[in-house]
């Protein structure tokens, strides 16, 4: 009974969870959509200005028709009004009849451009419709000719007396009204005064644009007192940028068109809204706002209604109704599953992922509410497939977080586990490669390895690739010596030409020695040379770096885990000793940890850990069967962890420090380290690809893990992609301004939260199961995202370039002597120079974001307009300069140690 119940149970709060979820992202879209109160009006306007093109048709390239819908756009005005104003004579030559079908008269427009045979070819045409179609009341000739010069005053006036002279209906020709006030000449050749009052393109506050409308209107009309006053156009967007105060939106569209209806109409103004329909087209021409001055959008849909509230977005429901469901159906399979939770933990993975939801409906509701040129649908596309790969970052991280920062969270943590009393311990092969390594450091390694308290141990050494004899044969020496101090050993001497090996074995011991002068592989080849010398007996065999120093109860205390048959690999926690001297070296091993106390328990979960080339154990069966090391990759070690899962071994991650290495010597060393690390990732992910398909021997879990933890890697290469598209981007806006316009902010919001979410979350971690010291925290972070150009290059190398060779990291010296035999090659230069090359690149991309926005910010100025819209990008260039302006602190941070360290080394 107990079974069904917690069943039930588990069900019913995962759906409270995820109800709560959901009904908080409803409720953030309710709070971003209020409603507004604005004056009922009337169904049937005075007039409408009329475009006739559709969603993707553009002037001159296109000419509406009955054919493309003119007639249908037509009846649908005339449910509004019975007045339509166009703008040109030849752009819709079935215009005319198609209106009068449709019960509409028009006032016809006449375009002029600064083409005279162009505008020649317009009054023609423009006399000719108001000869032949009864419907044409009025004609304008020139729309703000004046206003953008495109004409001489005095040819426009030749132009307008040709017109009324030839027709016998009345001419005009529309102008901003203060064009009209600086030159009253131009009313003397006209029958009526078409003026536009568009208070949004004068930065007018919505709630002063009516009573800033009527003061202009009458100020035209008290200059004109003859002359009949037509509004040419009146309105308001219902997108675009910010101008000042005056918002486009489109609940300030209705606003303002509710409001200027309720207080014209009584007057029996003469009037013609701006416009019928939206026109996409006008963004090369008027910039983003352009498109937005319709009554209806562009599909042919009503933007707002006449009467009731005002909606801020009458689509918001339905986009919230959807990004909700979506929210559930991610979260609720999650909560189930990992029902052991805190509530605490859930509900903030709950919220996240509806976070994204919310976002991902947003991003795909852009082309809609937008009109995207194509050029900008191009970026979109691009962005998509990016965006998405943010949002899954995001939620994996949050993921992480959830799991590990509240009690209960980890439920699967291996112990230490010593061998039962009386076990028969078995013999351990232990591997330990090296190539051209400091002598005096592989020595105490070897040291402490052969004191290991275990009663059958093999070591096998394969110095590979090393020419200096001075480097190789101290540890020749040392095994040499086993023989003389212990009476009991044996020691065989095999000298070949490509190989030289030396063996002692004593009771409990044996010791190999192989020098290969010349050997393929990396150090996977090295490793697969010491599998040939290893004891057919052996059942496991561990892996240590040359510059590690075990304690000796390392295999004591894991035997239990040794003599389980389900366990293929044991692995423990990279360490490092005498980090307390260099700041730079307290970083590093603060990032570092950050992984093993927080990373790998999070796969241990799942039995997904990473092994490492360093304290693991792998049973001596299991890497036979699968072939040893494989040679074709810089890391080795990962790769193999891979395929021991895949053929469905057990790993176990025990969180016990049992040895201790070096960290890179300088900050060249631990950016080289993390390149190798990075390509040699997407190397296995190139040669392992099918293992993460549907059809893999690897578990959910598993597959999960391995590319949940690539996601920041990709991360970080898309943060390089978007400097370099940040940069292109802003010199396009410097230099053509009309094609790069500023991007939507919607786009920009994916990275701010993923920037704030690492920000946060890692921190967070770091203090709650690494270290609380906010010096070493804020070390960490600055580190790790110091990483991010070098990670960025190593991915796109392993997945794109050529085979990437394996290079040794150079580690910080502990002593004068490991110092001397471990200088870098003297040809690099000088310690300085090598960290100016080693940074060469983040150098240059700060320089180039740095410039870039510092030359928006001169060029907008003072410019009142959209500045929330700019101030967003300039935000998206500092942000994306901050991993390089990491990098450099760090790289400062190892010149100064490195710098401190000379001098007291020449002391």
Request: include cysteine.
């Amino acid at each position: 009974m107990s079974e069904p119940r917690d069943h039930a149970r588990r069900w019913l709060v995962s759906l409270l969870l995820a109800a709560v979820c959901a009904s908080g992202q409803f409720l953030v879209w309710w709070g971003l959509h209020p409603q507004y109160e604005a004056p009922s009006v009337p169904g049937l306007v005075s007039g409408m200005a009329f475009n006739p093109y559709s969603r993707w048709q553009r002037p001159p390239d296109d000419r509406p028709s009955a054919a493309t819908g003119l007639a249908d756009d037509l009846r649908l005005v005339a449910g509004l009004t019975r007045r339509i104003r166009t703008y040109s004579a030849l752009e819709a030559p079935e215009l005319p009849a198609l209106a009068e079908r449709a019960g509409l008269k028009i006032t016809q427009g006449v375009w002029l451009g600064d083409n005279r045979n162009a505008n020649s070819q317009e009054i023609a045409a423009g006399i000719a419709i108001a000869r032949q179609h009864p419907n044409v009341e009025r004609l304008i000739v020139g729309n703000e000719v004046v206003l953008q010069s495109r004409l001489p005053l005095q040819e426009l006036i030749a132009d307008l007396e040709r017109v009324r002279a030839a027709v016998s209906v009345p001419v005009s020709t529309a102008e901003p009204w203060h064009v009209w006030l600086e030159h009253p000449e131009l009313a003397e050749h006209v029958d009526f005064i078409t003026v536009h009052l568009l208070p949004y393109w004068e930065q007018v506050l919505l709630d002063d644009a009516v009573d800033s409308l009527f003061e202009r209107l009458q100020q035209v009309q008290a200059r004109f007192p003859g002359k009949p006053v037509v509004i040419g156009e009146v309105g308001w967007p219902s997108g675009g940028e910010t101008r000042g105060g005056a918002v486009a939106t489109p609940a300030a569209q209705a606003q303002f068109v509710r409001s200027f209806l309720a207080s014209a109409q009584p007057l029996g103004l003469d009037f013609y809204l701006m416009e019928a329909f939206d026109q996409p087209w006008k963004t090369s021409i008027e910039g983003r706002a352009g498109p937005h001055w319709g009554w209806f959008d562009a599909y042919r849909q009503p933007k707002f209604a006449l009467s009731g509230p005002v909606l801020s977005d009458a689509y918001w429901p339905g986009r919230a109704l959807v990004s909700c469901l979506l929210g559930i159906a991610f979260t609720l399979p999650i909560l189930l599953r990992f029902s052991h939770l805190s509530v605490r933990a859930q509900l903030v993975f709950g919220a996240v992922v509806h976070v994204v939801a919310g976002g991902l409906v947003m991003l795909m509701a852009l082309p809609m509410v937008n009109y995207l040129r194509p050029i900008d649908i191009a970026v979109w596309l691009g962005l998509l497939p990016a965006v998405l790969l943010m949002g899954a970052m995001l939620i994996a991280q949050t993921f992480e977080f959830v799991e590990l920062y509240w009690p209960g969270g980890l439920r699967n943590i291996a112990p230490l586990r010593p061998a039962r009393e009386g076990l028969a311990l078995p013999l351990v092969s232990v591997h330990l490669a090296c190539s051209n390594e400091p002598p005096a450091m592989v020595l105490e390694s070897l040291r402490r390895l052969f004191a290991l308290d275990w009663p059958q141990l093999e070591i096998c050494i394969v110095d590979n690739n090393t020419r200096d004899p001075a480097l190789w044969q101290p540890l020749a020496a040392w095994v040499g010596s086993l023989a003389e101090t212990h009476p009991e050993a044996q020691l065989v001497r095999d000298e070949q030409h490509d190989r030289w090996s030396l063996t002692v074995t004593m009771p409990g011991r044996r010791v190999v020695l192989l020098h290969l002068p010349v050997l393929p592989g990396f150090k996977a080849g090295a490793l697969n040379e010491a599998m040939a010398l290893t004891s057919p007996q052996a059942a496991w065999i561990g892996v240590i770096d040359a510059d590690y120093q075990v304690a000796p109860d390392w295999l004591r205390s894991l035997a239990g885990y040794l003599e389980d048959p389900a366990i293929s690999l044991v692995q423990c926690p990279q360490a490092h000793r005498q980090v307390r001297e260099r700041p730079l070296s307290r970083m590093m091993d603060s990032e570092y940890s950050g992984f093993f106390r927080c990373g790998m328990h999070h796969r241990h979960q799942r039995n997904a850990i990473i092994q490492h080339g360093t304290m693991t154990l792998v049973r001596a069966g299991t890497l036979r069967a699968l072939g040893g090391w494989d040679a074709q990759t810089i890391c080795e070690d990962t790769e193999l962890g891979l395929r021991i899962l895949a053929a469905g071994g057990q790993a176990v991650y025990v969180d016990q420090v049992f040895g201790t290495g070096l960290v890179p010597a300088d900050s060249p060393s631990y950016l080289k380290q993390r390149f190798r690390w990075a390509c040699g990732a997407m190397q296995i992910l190139r040669l392992h690809r099918h293992k993460f398909g549907w059809r893999s021997a690897l578990s959910v879990g598993q597959r999960y893990h391995f590319i949940a933890g690539w996601l920041p890697w990709w991360g970080d290469t898309l943060h390089l992609l978007f400097s370099v598209a940040c940069v292109g981007w802003s010199l396009g806006m410097l230099v053509a301004p009309t094609l790069f316009g500023l991007p939507d902010w919607h786009l920009m919001v994916p990275l701010a939260g993923l920037l704030l979410c690492r920000l946060l979350t890692g921190p967070l971690l770091h203090a709650r199961r690494v270290t609380g010291s906010l010096p070493e925290i804020i070390g960490a972070a600055l580190a790790g995202m110091a990483l991010s150009h070098r990670i960025a290059l190593g991915v796109l190398r392993g997945l794109f370039g050529p085979p990437a060779t394996f290079v040794i990291t150079r580690r910080q010296a502990t002593t004068q002597k490991e110092s001397d035999q471990s200088d870098p090659d003297p040809r690099a230069g000088s310690a300085l120079r090598q960290h100016l090359i080693s940074v060469w690149q983040e150098s240059a991309l700060l320089v180039l974001l740095a410039t870039c926005l510092s030359a928006l910010a001169w060029s907008w100025g003072h410019q009142d307009i959209d500045r929330f819209q700019r101030l967003a990008w300039l935000m998206m260039l500092a942000m994306q300069a901050v991993p390089y302006m990491a990098t450099l602190l760090l790289s400062a941070v190892s010149w100064v140690g490195v710098r401190s360290a000379s001098t007291s080394s020449r002391a």
